[in-house]
């Protein structure tokens, strides 16, 4: 029986390159979105000539709701989940002094909360199947800039959420984070100033997404590693 793995975020940018990546190693899959139907559409249609079994799974994650509702989907499709990613996120660039209740509850459920609530709904599951959690935490979570705050005290909490969820799911679920840093350019950041922070890296260069999922590779590849935090920034 083929493994099942479950991405949030997985239809675009990082979360569509982790999303191929584990169908080419042979994992029927579980995808979220929010708004992007289309490449969602795309994604499954692709995955699915190449013999793919795809569930999308369409939501907002800062809705507890919404995600008591993907929880019943995906177990009416599904009866084993062996790799959840929690990759689902929301960037906003606000400076700490500018930022209201509002983006701050928004930043903090879809970050945060959510990889919460998702363990915690799945967590039988993956025990069942002796799975596996990677949550996609941010370079900002280990390196805070007071221009994306809220943004990066979010993922600092998800490395923190990620070493907790470790010691309450093993030993039968490993619960691991992956920090990225420059993968892709932000949404609306100009070259010029995304050439300046890829010069502010020590190797000089932008990452890619194959960083990421091949660190994603080898936590699946490494039984003995639970509740760290790989960081994958050339910083």
Known sequence: ??????????????????????????????????????????????????????????????CP???????????????????LVNNAANFFSTPLLDTNCDEWDKVMAVNLRAPHLLVKEFASLLTECSGSVINISDHLGLNPRVSYAHHSIAKAGLVSLTRIQAL????RVRVNAIAPGLVLPPEG???????????????????????????????????????????VDGR
Request: proline content about 2%.
């Open 1 to 62: 029986m083929s493994q099942v793995a479950l991405i949030t975020g997985g239809a675009v940018r990082v979360g569509r390159a982790i999303s191929l990546a584990l169908a080419d190693k042979g994992y029927n899959l579980a995808v979220s979105y929010n708004s992007s139907r289309e490449p969602a559409k795309d994604l499954q249609k692709y995955l699915e000539n190449k013999g793919r079994e795809v569930l999308l799974l369409e939501g907002d994650l800062s």
């Open 65 to 83: 709701e919404t995600i008591k509702g993907l929880v019943n989907s995906f177990q009416n499709n599904f009866q084993r989940l062996d790799l």
């Open 168 to 171: 309450a799911l093993a030993p």
């Open 189 to 231: 950041m100009d070259q010029e100033k995304y050439q300046q922070e890829v010069d502010k890296t020590l190797l000089k260069r932008a990452g890619t997404v194959d960083d990421v999922t091949e660190a994603i590779t080898f936590l699946l590849n490494s039984p003995n590693i639970t509740g760290q935090t790989i960081v």
